[in-house]
């Protein structure tokens, strides 16, 4: 036996109350001279006996009562074997996979265990709903419902009752990402852990497919397990499998698109690569897929698939203007799941980059001035005279011609090859430029002068003080400094931090040393940890340093297969066209507050209803409008969870979830 | 001699006090202030018999020598003179008074004593006392002067109640004191063997005597009013106390004092006497009562 509120069960020390009542009254009494002795005398010896196991009785009875009330709330459960039957109350924990491959079609003839209507039911997912009914309506009112979602399994909800979990369950859809298996239970054992039954029980319906398990590493089941035998009342784990039958489903699926063009850029063909399914046992001959610009179809053709296999889909389109296009690909055939038959890609199309580039040592031969590395890195296919695009058009000018082509024109970016000093004129275009979002690549070199760079750069309004004060430069023996990691939260270069460090094959002959300001982020770094690129921020600008030059005078990683793609990458980010518009089904987008107002649709919030209040237990969901009003079907997932939160709040706190 | 030559002053105060209330009690009585089935008491007329030399004057019937022309003295009751003797109970158990009393049981008997003494003396019986607890402790022997009566009220105002109670042992001793034929008024609580009184009391009856026994008992002895722990010292013998819860006791107490009381009654019965329980928030004048009825039988 065991005690489910063990710490109420000290109350039972409160026996002592009335044993201390009892001896504290038994010395208190009243004294009377009595005449009758003769007759009291004989009764008090006749029933002394009688009246001391009465007293006796009582005594035990009262402290009895203290010690049972405090057992009685301190709620014993006889465990295992001696487990009561009958009534006694159960918690069930209800894991319901809203994956959208629970939407899949059933077939009409659903002689698959469970459905004992006969009738065929839609999807997955409506099978899921009419089972997990029928197995509340046959528990007992005292039972209670937890219910978690694949797709938030951090927030169980509950614990409801019966027509609280059914009603739950019947709001819920199918149309999240897929889910860890292994995290999903821990949190369902977890859930289990704070029920206030001895019984409890975990029921996971899921499609269960076969990714799942394969996901699933036997050391985190092994660690379930564990955590199941460690409860105080370890629940029962069932399965409800609702994936049966999967060979038999035909169905094909838009896996992926991707942009397989370097860069969308306006003017120039833009190559889009869909990556085509079929899990069909069957051929298929004339499959017939759509590609979609912006809502518009533009091509439409038809696919030869093998049984079971995977072919890829191209697709080019020039975009006439830039910004943000959507393009869709889907197939027009209905299958078991239509889910999966469509599937969209944002992108964002941009003119060319301009890139200006100061040569502080322009040379006449080609690659022998400090930007000529730089100018192939960054327009490689117009060195190579091929008709591919170029995300970049680059362009050299002198340091003394700087100050009137900023006048001119507005580059996207500005690099500094090996520039000792700038005149007054240019260091103030660029502090202001700078300051409106114009990034600025500072590459060191023989000829730097450290005062002008160690001074803080001004222009009438502002002043700028650089990320790294100029030092000595500092020899190192061959092969003896070499490139180390990358700053994994500097997003252009996360693959060079991912692939294991390749940028470890280029080596440092030379390096500046400085002294970095507070506010400079490293992004690159030798191996002895010497920085060698930082970054700071200023107004909607930003400023990138790097302790080499941009040639092969002190380092060879401009002759390193990693050198295009790190230059690239970089001004790339710079110039603002590698932000990702496309994310993964069930991840997050985050809006920054400055561009909310920028959504095409409406910022209303409408606040919840009482009814929707409850539901939630107090906390509040909040809807987007329409500008006609109506709700927005891309809809916030957050909570808030004070009522008085005003609109205006609560959009700071909005994070956005895509649903298809 | 004169009375303060025997007794003290404020022995004094209590006998005039205990006088004066028995002549109140008397009085009012006699007045009608306390009914009673009875039909009055004074000298009844009894016979006529045959005027001799010497009869007084006053006692001649004129009725009777108007109609026969012969002279007839009539003859009263009072001339049946009547010797009592009052047995007091002086035992510690007398001294216990109850919330509900305004005297204790010895102070009841006292002025039930009183009253009676006042009464028979007055009706020119002579009155006898005898204070008792476990012996005789004071006795008067039966006078009807009306002197007397002063004489009794001191004695019985005098001491307080102790010692032990031997009713059985005392009446024995009193049974074979009194020699000629009279009434027995005995006054007590009868906190004591049943048993022991068979003896007495056959031997009284078998002399002859009439007895009165009067028990006098406090309410709380009768229904045993108590709550909560209480510890009972006798009052008879202070070592002995018993501590109770008397609640749990009460109802067996009830049963065993009507228990004794029956076998009272019954003891009594079996001799041929009356046995009455005086409560001592009763009035006084209700012993007076059942001393008339007994009176009027012993003619």
Same mark, same amino acid.
């Given at each position: 036996?065991?005690?489910?509120?063990?710490?109420?069960?000290?109350?039972?020390?409160?026996?002592?109350?009335?044993?201390?009542?009892?001896?504290?009254?038994?010395?208190?009494?009243?004294?009377?001279?009595?005449?009758?002795?003769?007759?009291?005398?004989?009764?008090?010896?006749?029933?002394?006996?009688?009246?001391?196991?009465?007293?006796?009785?009582?005594?035990?009875?009262?402290?009895?009562?203290?010690?049972?009330?405090?057992?009685?709330?301190?709620?014993?459960?006889?465990?295992?074997?001696?487990?009561?039957?009958?009534?006694?109350?159960?918690?069930?924990?209800?894991?319901?996979?809203?994956?959208?491959?629970?939407?899949?079609?059933?077939?009409?003839?659903?002689?698959?265990?469970?459905?004992?209507?006969?009738?065929?039911?839609?999807?997955?997912?409506?099978?899921?709903?009419?089972?997990?009914?029928?197995?509340?309506?046959?528990?007992?009112?005292?039972?209670?419902?937890?219910?978690?979602?694949?797709?938030?399994?951090?927030?169980?909800?509950?614990?409801?009752?019966?027509?609280?979990?059914?009603? !739950?369950?019947?709001?819920?859809?199918?149309?999240?990402?897929?889910?860890?298996?292994?995290?999903?239970?821990?949190?369902?054992?977890?859930?289990?852990?704070?029920?206030?039954?001895?019984?409890?029980?975990?029921?996971?319906?899921?499609?269960?497919?076969?990714?799942?398990?394969?996901?699933?590493?036997?050391?985190?089941?092994?660690?379930?397990?564990?955590?199941?035998?460690?409860?105080?009342?370890?629940?029962?784990? +069932?399965?409800?499998?609702?994936?049966?039958?999967?060979?038999?489903?035909?169905?094909?699926?838009?896996?992926?698109?991707?942009?397989?063009?370097?860069?969308?850029?306006?003017?120039?063909?833009?190559?889009?690569?869909?990556?085509?399914?079929?899990?069909?046992?069957?051929?298929?001959?004339?499959?017939?897929?759509?590609?979609?610009?912006?809502?518009?179809?533009?091509?439409?053709?038809?696919?030869?698939?093998?049984?079971?296999?995977?072919?890829?889909?191209?697709?080019?389109?020039?975009? !006439?203007?830039?910004?943000?296009?959507?393009?869709?690909?889907?197939?027009?055939?209905?299958?078991?799941?239509?889910?999966?038959?469509?599937?969209?890609?944002?992108?964002?199309?941009?003119?060319?980059?301009?890139?200006?580039?100061?040569?502080?040592?322009?040379?006449?031969?080609?690659?022998?001035?400090?930007? /000529?590395?730089?100018?192939?890195?960054?327009?490689?296919?117009?060195?190579?005279?091929?008709?591919?695009?170029?995300?970049?058009?680059?362009?050299?000018?002198?340091?003394?011609?700087?100050?009137?082509?900023?006048?001119?024109?507005?580059?996207?970016?500005?690099?500094?090859?090996?520039?000792?000093?700038?005149?007054?004129?240019?260091?103030?275009?660029?502090?202001?430029?700078?300051?409106?979002?114009?990034?600025?690549?500072?590459?060191?070199?023989?000829?730097?002068?450290?005062?002008?760079?160690?001074?803080?750069? !001004?222009?009438?309004?502002?002043?700028?003080?650089?990320? /790294?004060?100029?030092?000595?430069?500092?020899?190192?023996?061959?092969?003896?400094?070499?490139?180390?990691?990358?700053?994994?939260?500097?997003?252009?270069?996360?693959?060079?931090?991912?692939?294991?460090?390749?940028? /470890?094959?280029?080596?440092?002959?030379?390096?500046?040393?400085?002294?970095?300001?507070?506010?400079?982020?490293?992004?690159?770094?030798?191996?002895?940890?010497?920085?060698?690129?930082?970054?700071?921020?200023?107004?909607?600008?930003?400023?990138?340093?790097?302790?080499?030059?941009?040639?092969?005078?002190?380092?060879?990683?401009?002759?390193?297969?990693?050198?295009?793609?790190?230059?690239?990458?970089?001004?790339?980010?710079?110039?603002?066209?590698?932000?990702? /518009?496309?994310?993964?089904? +069930?991840?997050?987008?985050?809006?920054?507050?400055?561009?909310?107002?920028?959504?095409?649709?409406?910022?209303?919030?409408?606040?919840?209803?009482?009814?929707?209040?409850?539901?939630?237990? +107090?906390?509040?969901?909040?809807?987007?409008?329409?500008?006609?009003?109506?709700?927005?079907?891309?809809?916030?997932?957050?909570?808030?969870?004070?009522?008085?939160?005003?609109?205006?709040?609560?959009?700071?706190?909005?994070?956005?979830?895509?649903?298809? | 001699?004169?009375?303060?030559?025997?007794?003290?002053?404020?022995?004094?105060?209590? #006998?005039?006090?205990?006088?004066?209330?028995?002549?109140?009690?008397?009085?009012?009585?006699?007045?009608?202030?306390?009914?009673?089935?009875?039909?009055?008491?004074?000298?009844?007329?009894?016979?006529?018999?045959?005027?001799?030399?010497?009869?007084?004057?006053?006692?001649?019937?004129?009725? #009777?020598?108007?109609?026969?022309?012969?002279?007839?003295?009539?003859?009263?009751?009072?001339?049946?003179?009547?010797? #009592?003797?009052?047995?007091?109970?002086?035992?510690?158990?007398?001294?216990?008074?109850?919330?509900?009393?305004?005297?204790?049981?010895?102070?009841?008997?006292?002025? #039930?004593?009183?009253?009676?003494?006042?009464?028979?003396?007055?009706?020119?019986?002579?009155?006898?006392?005898?204070?008792?607890?476990?012996?005789?402790?004071?006795?008067?022997?039966?006078?009807?002067?009306?002197?007397?009566?002063?004489?009794?009220?001191?004695?019985?105002?005098?001491?307080?109640?102790?010692?032990?109670?031997?009713?059985?042992?005392?009446?024995?001793?009193?049974?074979?004191?009194?020699?000629?034929?009279?009434?027995?008024?005995?006054?007590?609580?009868?906190?004591?063997?049943?048993?022991?009184?068979?003896?007495?009391?056959?031997? =009284?009856?078998?002399?002859?005597?009439?007895?009165?026994?009067?028990?006098?008992?406090?309410?709380?002895?009768?229904?045993?009013?108590?709550?909560?722990?209480?510890?009972?010292?006798? =009052?008879?013998?202070?070592?002995?106390?018993?501590?109770?819860?008397?609640?749990?006791?009460?109802?067996?107490?009830?049963?065993?004092?009507?228990?004794?009381?029956?076998?009272?009654?019954?003891?009594?019965?079996?001799?041929?006497?009356?046995?009455?329980?005086?409560?001592?928030?009763?009035?006084?004048?209700?012993?007076?009562?059942?001393?008339?009825?007994?009176?009027?039988?012993?003619?």
């Amino acid at each position: 036996m065991t005690l489910l509120n063990g710490i109420l069960a000290a109350g039972a020390l409160a026996f002592t109350i009335p044993l201390a009542i009892h001896l504290l009254f038994r010395s208190r009494f009243r004294r009377i001279d009595w005449g009758a002795m003769y007759l009291l005398q004989d009764i008090v010896r006749i029933n002394r006996r009688r009246m001391q196991l009465m007293n006796l009785l009582l005594l035990i009875l009262r402290c009895l009562i203290p010690v049972l009330l405090a057992i009685s709330l301190a709620r014993p459960v006889l465990t295992g074997a001696k487990a009561l039957p009958g009534d006694t109350p159960q918690t069930w924990v209800l894991v319901i996979d809203d994956s959208r491959s629970m939407s899949t079609r059933l077939p009409t003839d659903s002689s698959e265990a469970g459905d004992e209507s006969g009738v065929g039911l839609s999807t997955r997912f409506d099978r899921l709903k009419t089972q997990l009914r029928q197995l509340i309506d046959q528990q007992s009112r005292n039972d209670s419902f937890l219910l978690i979602r694949t797709s938030r399994a951090g927030q169980p909800i509950g614990p409801l009752g019966r027509q609280e979990a059914i009603r !739950e369950i019947g709001e819920t859809e199918a149309q999240a990402a897929s889910f860890d298996l292994a995290d999903v239970l821990e949190s369902a054992i977890r859930a289990a852990r704070d029920a206030t039954t001895s019984q409890r029980h975990i029921l996971v319906a899921s499609d269960f497919q076969s990714h799942l398990l394969d996901q699933t590493p036997v050391e985190a089941l092994e660690r379930l397990s564990r955590l199941v035998n460690d409860e105080a009342f370890p629940p029962s784990i +069932g399965w409800l499998n609702l994936g049966t039958n999967s060979d038999q489903l035909s169905n094909f699926s838009i896996d992926e698109i991707k942009l397989d063009s370097p860069a969308a850029i306006t003017g120039r063909p833009t190559q889009f690569v869909a990556s085509l399914r079929s899990a069909s046992d069957s051929p298929v001959d004339g499959l017939r897929t759509t590609w979609t610009v912006d809502g518009i179809e533009v091509a439409s053709r038809a696919v030869q698939l093998p049984r079971r296999s995977t072919t890829q889909l191209t697709f080019d389109f020039t975009f !006439e203007e830039a910004g943000y296009h959507q393009v869709d690909v889907r197939i027009d055939t209905g299958d078991a799941l239509l889910a999966d038959n469509q599937r969209s890609y944002a992108v964002k199309v941009v003119r060319e980059v301009d890139v200006l580039l100061v040569d502080g040592d322009r040379r006449s031969q080609a690659l022998d001035g400090e930007t /000529a590395f730089l100018s192939l890195a960054l327009s490689p296919f117009a060195f190579a005279n091929s008709d591919r695009p170029d995300a970049v058009a680059t362009r050299v000018v002198t340091t003394g011609q700087l100050a009137s082509t900023l006048q001119k024109s507005s580059p996207d970016v500005v690099v500094l090859a090996n520039v000792a000093k700038l005149n007054s004129s240019a260091t103030s275009l660029l502090v202001d430029r700078i300051h409106q979002g114009l990034a600025l690549l500072i590459f060191d070199g023989d000829r730097l002068e450290p005062k002008f760079y160690n001074t803080p750069w !001004e222009s009438k309004q502002r002043k700028l003080v650089l990320p /790294a004060a100029l030092g000595d430069v500092a020899s190192h023996p061959k092969s003896a400094a070499r490139f180390g990691d990358v700053n994994p939260d500097f997003r252009p270069w996360l693959m060079f931090h991912e692939a294991g460090q390749p940028l /470890a094959e280029s080596s440092v002959s030379q390096c500046r040393e400085w002294n970095l300001a507070d506010s400079a982020t490293t992004l690159l770094e030798l191996q002895s940890e010497q920085p060698l690129a930082v970054r700071i921020t200023q107004g909607r600008g930003q400023v990138i340093q790097f302790a080499l030059p941009c040639d092969a005078d002190w380092s060879d990683w401009t002759f390193k297969q990693t050198f295009v793609p790190l230059i690239q990458q970089l001004v790339l980010s710079l110039a603002g066209t590698d932000t990702d /518009a496309s994310v993964p089904v +069930g991840q997050p987008i985050t809006v920054p507050i400055e561009e909310f107002d920028q959504l095409a649709e409406s910022i209303a919030l409408r606040k919840p209803t009482p009814r929707r209040r409850s539901q939630d237990s +107090g906390v509040y969901r909040y809807r987007l409008l329409r500008p006609d009003g109506q709700e927005s079907t891309l809809q916030p997932d957050f909570l808030v969870t004070d009522e008085s939160l005003s609109e205006s709040t609560a959009k700071m706190a909005l994070t956005i979830p895509p649903t298809r | 001699m004169r009375v303060l030559d025997l007794i003290s002053p404020s022995d004094l105060s209590r #006998v005039a006090r205990l006088q004066l209330l028995a002549r109140q009690v008397v009085e009012g009585f006699c007045s009608g202030r306390h009914r009673s089935p009875h039909k009055g008491f004074s000298v009844e007329f009894k016979e006529h018999r045959q005027y001799v030399r010497g009869d007084e004057l006053r006692n001649i019937d004129w009725k #009777v020598f108007g109609k026969s022309d012969r002279l007839f003295i009539r003859e009263f009751e009072e001339d049946t003179n009547v010797r #009592v003797q009052l047995v007091v109970d002086r035992s510690g158990s007398m001294a216990y008074q109850g919330e509900r009393s305004d005297v204790s049981k010895f102070e009841f008997a006292q002025q #039930v004593a009183a009253s009676l003494a006042y009464l028979m003396l007055g009706q020119q019986d002579a009155v006898g006392l005898t204070l008792f607890d476990d012996r005789p402790r004071e006795q008067l022997p039966p006078r009807n002067r009306p002197s007397h009566l002063k004489s009794l009220l001191s004695v019985l105002t005098s001491g307080t109640p102790r010692h032990e109670t031997s009713l059985g042992q005392v009446l024995q001793r009193v049974a074979s004191k009194i020699h000629r034929r009279g009434l027995v008024v005995i006054l007590s609580d009868a906190m004591d063997d049943v048993d022991a009184l068979a003896r007495p009391l056959a031997q =009284l009856r078998a002399s002859h005597h009439e007895v009165l026994f009067f028990r006098v008992v406090d309410p709380d002895e009768v229904d045993f009013p108590f709550r909560g722990r209480i510890q009972f010292r006798d =009052l008879e013998n202070a070592a002995l106390e018993q501590t109770v819860d008397s609640h749990s006791l009460r109802q067996a107490y009830i049963d065993r004092f009507q228990a004794h009381e029956e076998s009272l009654v019954a003891m009594c019965r079996k001799h041929r006497l009356d046995m009455i329980r005086l409560v001592t928030n009763q009035p006084v004048a209700e012993a007076l009562h059942h001393y008339l009825g007994k009176r009027r039988r012993m003619r």
